[in-house]
């Protein structure tokens, strides 16, 4: 085996945190593809203009870049704000949010896309069958529209946070202790940079192996209905 | 804001703008060259054919590419005999370490993604191809590799994509990417704010200039294709 | 199904609120590198150690303040101070005409000189006409990456890193000639096992370093205050115990 020079403690809790960012930016980025994707399919333009600013630019965007952005930016802007409604305190951003920000931000741009997809694939019928039963707009998205939203864009959604959660070792860069960046301080503490960066690439390796088999178990479960009723 | 700033990093941030172009074309050409054979494997029945590039895609699928730059620069270096090996020229420079890591990277990527589409290609095209005799490397190259081009180019575009924002990764290894020189002005004058979103319109410009392209060439296979 | 989705819910919405407002007034957030020894770095345990540290420690217990360390990479340093991500910057920050635009220095708590370090069977001198050609590497955004800019730009290739430990990993790998840095850190580098076979070369090619503990510009009250405290644990021998437990000679 190799020889982890007591760095494998640190190794074990940067790969939580990993976790730990990954889940909080996804749960971010699921927000605001829920307040996008219907947004996009407005029939008031200015909001699809929103929204498709926000989609076209971000993606086209270095996650690094979006990164780096919402660390130096975020809490001049957060002030800034406070400032304006009269706030005179301090609010203060700590590297953990920023990163998960700023990843939420990000992906949140595909996870628009996917609910928007997922959101067109629903039959028009169910819809105008809801209402004329006599449901509200709001009823109709909650009980009919949402769920069915949730079975088809996990697949795709699973997809994502597999991206998401490798795309956590860039918020290595703002200082938050994650598995990428405890390999690099043992690097540089043990001066063997292959040892540490393998580690962790194996650490990666078996967070996603490990998230594999919880998508597919959540998939088995928004799938349990539908499994009965096509067989 | 500091509007000067941004306007007086024009010239340079577009130098490295240059560097991240050649950076992710040539990884995107050999990415592509490897990747086709890897995807072949991938769908080929034999277990010992599968099973290799099944590993390889699962590995750089499943590992962040900041890891998988760092250990090839810095990684590869912690031993002797790879420092003293023929390769060792190419393995310190910084310019080569990129494109092979990104290399490998998009290969995996594109392998899987041309996996997808030569599964897609439908069954009676091919078997179309069998029954007027031709052979199974003639089907390959006039069959079954054009329709799965097509059928994989709108996420190959995405691909490239990705690559262009993952190319932003270079700048952690000393190169002065498009990325990297917009550190290296923060360093001298403490705006990460205005640089970092002069160099984000760069690189919106070239994902604007990549999709074009994409769609230019769609249009095209597509009118030869009907 | 939908206690899952409620979780979702739940953790979008914490990751936007958990960052209230924080008691600015009580603690003091320094920020530090984590990734320059012996002055700054953080060991097996995850914690910070070296001389900054103790240095800040023994200057935040002679004011009487509670402190805090907040790491952050070398080239964000200063834009951190200035995104108000910490109150002042204790990490060998050496003073330098440009950074005193940006920011406000204490009077220095040590010396450095510039030195160029490689292999010793090498034959680099700290002249033009030896480095001619060669690539030369040092810490991005570093009063070194500055000096090399300025004096050898047109000749040296310059390679710049992340953090001085890289470019140490890279001397030693051979893909650089040699490393010009702050030569207290060169110092215990080549006083370890990786270093051994590497030395320094020629004389200090600059020498008027000194490094002081950065604030935001202003920020008169917290510079005076740490002023003070630099005056005090040099008088009452406290900084001269951390000096000892690093450096054989005095680096003030």
Redesign the interface.
């Given at each position: 085996m190799i020889d982890l020079?007591?760095?494998g403690?640190?190794l074990l809790?940067g790969t939580l945190v990993t976790l730990e960012l990954g889940?909080?930016?996804?749960?971010?980025a699921?927000?605001l593809g829920l307040i996008f994707a219907p947004m996009k399919m407005a029939p008031l333009w200015p909001l699809r203009w929103i929204a498709t600013t926000y989609t076209t630019?971000i993606?086209?965007?270095?996650?690094?870049?979006v990164i780096?952005?919402v660390?130096?930016?975020a809490?001049?802007f957060v002030?800034g704000m406070a400032d304006l409604v009269g706030?005179d305190?301090?609010?203060?951003?700590?590297?953990f949010?920023s990163g998960?920000?700023a990843l939420?931000f990000a992906y949140g741009a595909y996870a628009t896309e996917i609910f928007r997809g997922a959101l067109r694939a629903i039959p028009k019928g169910q819809i105008e069958a809801a209402q004329a039963i006599g449901m509200g707009r709001w009823i109709t998205f909650r009980r009919i529209v949402l769920?069915q939203t949730?079975r088809i864009a996990l697949p795709a959604l699973g997809n994502l946070f597999l991206t998401l959660l490798?795309?956590?070792?860039?918020v290595?860069?703002?200082?938050v202790?994650d598995l990428?960046r405890e390999?690099?301080?043992?690097?540089?503490?043990t001066?063997?940079?292959?040892?540490f960066?393998?580690a962790?690439?194996v650490m990666?390796?078996l967070l996603?192996?490990f998230c594999v088999i919880a998508i597919h178990y959540?998939e088995k479960?928004?799938g349990r209905g539908y499994a009965r009723g096509d067989t | 804001m500091n509007w000067d700033v941004m306007w007086d990093s024009l010239p340079e941030l577009a130098e490295g703008a240059l560097l991240t172009i050649e950076l992710v074309a040539i990884s995107g050409v050999l990415g592509l060259a490897l990747a086709v054979p890897l995807a072949l494997a991938r769908v080929a029945r034999p277990l010992w054919l599968r099973a290799g590039p099944f590993a390889y895609i699962?590995?750089f699928r499943?590992?962040?590419?900041?890891?998988?730059i760092?250990?090839v620069y810095?990684?590869?270096?912690?031993?002797e005999t790879v420092r003293e090996s023929f390769l060792w020229p190419i393995l310190r420079e910084a310019y080569w370490c990129a494109i092979i890591a990104f290399t490998l990277n998009t290969a995996a990527y594109t392998a899987e993604i041309l996996r997808g589409a030569i599964q897609a290609v439908p069954e009676g095209e091919v078997e179309a191809a069998k029954a007027i005799g031709m052979g199974r490397w003639m089907r390959l190259r006039r069959v079954v590799l054009p329709r799965a081009f097509r059928i994989a180019l709108p996420a190959y575009s995405n691909e490239v994509?990705l690559m262009?924002?993952?190319?932003?990764?270079a700048?952690?290894i000393t190169l002065l990417d498009l990325?990297g020189v917009?550190r290296t002005l923060i360093a001298k004058t403490y705006m990460?704010?205005e640089l970092?979103?002069a160099?984000?319109l760069f690189?919106?410009l070239i994902?604007?200039i990549i999709l074009q392209g994409f769609r230019l060439v769609e249009k095209r296979v597509h009118g030869v294709g009907e | 199904?939908k206690t899952?989705?409620k979780m979702?819910?739940?953790?979008?919405?914490?990751?936007?609120t958990?960052?209230?407002?924080?008691a600015?007034e009580d603690t003091l957030r320094i920020g530090t590198e984590?990734?320059y020894?012996p002055f700054n770095?953080?060991?097996?345990?995850?914690e910070l150690e070296g001389f900054d540290i103790d240095i800040a420690n023994a200057l935040c217990e002679e004011m009487d303040r509670n402190c805090e360390f907040?790491?952050?990479?070398w080239d964000?340093i200063i834009?951190?101070l200035l995104?108000?991500?910490y109150d002042a910057i204790i990490a060998s920050m050496s003073i330098t005409p440009e950074r005193d635009k940006a920011v406000d220095f204490t009077k220095r708590y040590y010396s450095n000189k510039l030195r160029f370090a490689a292999k010793k069977s090498s034959d680099i001198k700290p002249t033009k006409k030896s480095l001619e050609g060669k690539t030369i590497g040092a810490q991005r955004a570093t009063i070194s990456a500055q000096w090399l800019e300025e004096n050898m730009g047109d000749i040296v290739e310059i390679k710049r890193y992340d953090?001085q430990?890289?470019a140490?990993?890279e001397l030693?790998s051979g893909r650089i000639d040699a490393v010009l840095a702050d030569m207290l850190v060169a110092y215990e580098w080549l006083d370890s096992d990786?270093g051994s076979d590497y030395e320094f070369k020629g004389k200090a090619v600059y020498s008027g370093d000194k490094i002081a503990i950065a604030v935001k510009e202003g920020n008169n009250e917290l510079r005076k205050e740490f002023n003070k405290a630099i005056k005090a644990i040099r008088k009452d021998g406290t900084y001269q115990e951390i000096n000892e437990k690093y450096f054989p000679f005095d680096i003030y």
């Open positions: 020079h007591g760095f403690n640190q809790s889940l909080v930016g996804m749960g971010a699921v927000l630019t993606r086209g965007i270095p996650e690094l870049l780096l952005l660390y130096f930016g809490s001049r002030n706030y305190g301090r609010i203060e951003i700590s590297p949010m998960a920000i939420g769920p949730w490798k795309d956590t070792a860039l290595s860069v703002i200082g202790e990428t390999a690099a301080i043992a690097t540089g503490y001066k063997e940079p292959f040892t960066y393998f962790a690439a990666y390796l996603t192996v959540l479960i928004a | 699962f590995v499943g590992t962040p590419l900041l890891i998988q760092f250990l810095y990684g590869a270096s912690q031993f994509i262009l924002k993952g190319s932003a990764l700048s952690t990325t917009a990460p704010i970092f979103l160099a984000g690189y919106l994902t604007g | 199904m899952a989705m979702m819910f739940a953790g979008a919405v914490a990751a936007l958990i960052s209230g407002p924080a600015a984590g990734a020894p770095q953080i060991g097996p345990d995850g907040v790491t952050q990479d964000g834009p951190g995104a108000d991500k953090t430990e890289n140490f990993l030693d990786a």
